[in-house]
């Protein structure tokens, strides 16, 4: 995952926030390390964007699966869950909008993390920023 991967998928990520009318985006790209490349957030965007933006990306790539199966995970096992908060670095966000990105050959290169809106729109934006960088989320 590059800085330029980053960028395109940020502007196209707004791109289609906008196109949908939605509420002031956060997004938030990692490496596959868990490493933040970039950030950005819309004018307007509440304060803690930026963390939920990062939990969403990080938590998917710590467990490996998107943060709309974490948020599953949390349904059925609520205090596995929630324990691990006190053990991520930058926490694990149980919501729809941390996509894991994958190479070619499905290994994590990196992930995205959207907030703002509703979790299935900042999914949406998410797979439409990874589309547009010519990435591949995981699972797609």
Known sequence: MTLDHADTIIA???DKGRD????????????????LIAFRRQDGASTLRPEIAIGKAAGALALGVSSRAIGAMAAERPG??????????HGVIPAAGGVIVVDTEGRPIGAVG????????????????IAAAGL?????
């Open 12 to 14: 196209a990520a707004f």
């Open 20 to 35: 949908l009318g939605l509420k002031p985006l956060s997004v938030a790209v990692l490496d596959a390390g868990g490493h």
């Open 80 to 89: 596995f869950i929630a324990s691990l908060g006190a053990i991520s670095p």
């Open 114 to 129: 959207m907030t703002g809106d509703t979790s299935d729109r900042d999914e949406e934006c998410a797979l439409a920023g």
């Open 136 to 140: 591949r989320a995981q699972g797609a």
